[in-house]
């Protein structure tokens, strides 16, 4: 279960312009409440409507004493454009704006709203006062379609309500020769999101204040439960249970005025010989209850990792894209089986960050291979280099995603929906081999042209949609996207 996302309370306002009948606004409103039930959502019904800004304040006051944290201002008439776009500023959270179809051919003299003309006036408002609502890419509706809409707006409540009582706690700077995982904090603050910078030694200070915690056992019984018996090291479980803990209790101390944190970590190459493990398979273990472990000091990437939690309400995984699929496996395993060109396909990989309820059965606590050549004696057991989680990941319709500040402090993104092929890697760490449709050139004039990081994010399901209203809501202008044939990037040569 995720414990460090927001639960959403939603309310919706009707609003009615004083020349029209309030009772139509009215029973409009109940109607959509009605649906929400339906599709088992739960709305607060505000009981005031508003039709001048003395009623906009009272109903606001209401709709917060009932503990919403979103809101959907419904539009049963054209509706009173200056009081119901103050409702946006004076209503502290996500604010959706929507509006009621026509109901009748036989009912368009006392029973015609005219929404559909109201909400032009209403964008118009917004625009004029600088506020920022989302609204629908149909916004007019029946109450079936407006308790659609109401759905789809929920994700990006959650997120947007998550975003602002974020915080980001990050250890140490990133590594020499991973400055693609660049951070200016700039981005940050203009989405509202706080961030603690400490170095590495603060961290391993906390670690030892934690030995003999008596907690310890406990999380260590935890640890062999989740894995199984002979899928983990039990004389490496202690320590990192001792790691588990200190980072626990760092995000209770140290998360201020924030009530969600998100960590970006330095996880080599002096964490595993000073710490005495590998601090993967406890990153996994956090973001499997929505606390992001990012690797290598990614802030941008831990962010990523919170907002696909958030509009997905899973957890998530952050991978390297990492390396293409060989020729003969492709033929072997991938051609004629499923539709796929081999450009399409690549292996994400990382060394073993990814949660277990997202590997197959195979997976296992190992350690780390690269590391172990570089960093313990030639020909030795592994020892310090013992903590990642490493498997296959489970087949799975996935969003590969990434919200990041580039070098010049602008935020940009890209999503692309695809999937976790059935098939086995022959690899090692936590890996798997993904499918995305055009991804080659998705690759080359997205990735590449606009000089992206290697880590993306993974959302296990499809939340492209979601996704992109959640960026377009962040004000996020470059919303990029794996385009079909036909459709040619603004750096494609038409004639290649």
Not at 224 to 246: H, I, N, V, W
Not at 406 to 418: K, M, Q, T, V, W
Not at 467 to 481: N, P, Q, R, S, T
Request: some cysteine; overall charge negative; proline content about 6%.
């Amino acid at each position: 279960m995720l414990t460090n996302i927001p639960t959403v309370k939603l309310g919706i306002i009707a609003v009615s312009r004083d020349c029209f009948i309030i009772s139509l606004s009215e029973r409009r409103r109940a109607a959509v409440v009605e649906a929400c039930a339906k599709r088992g959502l739960d709305v607060y019904e505000c009981k005031t409507t508003v039709e001048n800004e003395r009623d906009m304040l009272k109903a606001v006051e209401e709709v917060k004493a009932a503990g919403c944290n979103a809101l959907v201002v419904f539009l049963g008439n054209f509706g009173p454009e200056t009081p119901e776009t103050l409702i946006a500023r004076y209503f502290d959270g996500p604010v959706m704006y929507a509006a009621a179809a026509e109901e009748t051919g036989d009912d368009l003299i006392d029973g015609r709203g005219d929404a559909y003309c109201g909400m032009l006036n209403c964008s118009y408002n917004l625009g004029m006062r600088h506020l920022k609502a989302w609204i629908p890419s149909y916004p007019v509706g029946t109450a079936d379609d407006l308790a659609g809409m109401i759905a789809e707006f929920r994700p990006i409540a959650r997120t947007l309500i998550g975003l602002s009582q974020l915080k980001i706690i990050t250890f140490g700077p990133r590594p020499q020769d991973f400055f693609a995982c660049n951070a200016p904090i700039k981005g940050l603050y203009e989405l509202g999101v706080e961030i603690e910078e400490n170095s590495e030694l603060d961290l391993l200070v906390a670690y030892k204040a934690h030995a003999n915690d008596p907690r310890i056992p406990e999380v260590c019984e935890d640890m062999a439960k989740e894995m199984g018996e002979g899928c983990y090291y039990p004389d490496l479980s202690a320590r990192m249970a001792q790691f588990e803990l200190t980072l626990l209790d760092w995000a209770e101390e140290h998360r201020g005025s924030r009530q969600y944190v998100a960590f970006a970590d330095k996880c080599w190459p002096a964490f595993p010989k000073e710490f005495g493990f590998e601090p993967c398979y406890v990153n996994s273990r956090l973001v499997t209850r929505g606390i992001p472990v990012s690797c290598e000091v990614d802030i941008y990437g831990a962010l990523s990792e919170y907002i696909g939690m958030c509009v997905s309400e899973d957890t998530v995984t952050l991978l390297d894209i990492n390396n293409s699929v060989p020729r003969d496996l492709y033929e072997q395993e991938i051609k004629g089986k499923y539709d796929y060109d081999l450009t399409d396909t690549f292996m994400g990989f990382h060394c073993g960050n990814t949660p277990s309820c997202k590997l197959c059965s195979n997976r296992a606590v190992k350690y780390q291979l690269i590391q172990h050549r570089t960093l313990e004696p030639a020909g030795s057991d592994p020892d310090f280099t013992r903590g990642t989680l490493e498997g296959d990941i489970a087949p799975s319709e996935i969003t590969f995603y990434r919200l990041q500040c580039d070098s010049e402090g602008n935020l940009r993104s890209y999503i692309a929906e695809g999937e976790v092929l059935p098939v086995a890697t022959r690899s090692f760490g936590g890996i798997g081999v993904f499918a995305i449709p055009e991804m080659g050139r998705f690759y080359r004039h997205v990735l590449i042209e606009k000089r992206y990081p290697h880590h993306g994010a993974v959302a296990f399901g499809h939340y492209g949609k979601a996704l992109f209203e959640v960026m377009k809501m962040l004000g996020v202008k470059d919303i990029a996207y794996n385009q079909p044939k036909g459709l040619p990037y603004p750096t494609e040569n038409p004639w290649a």
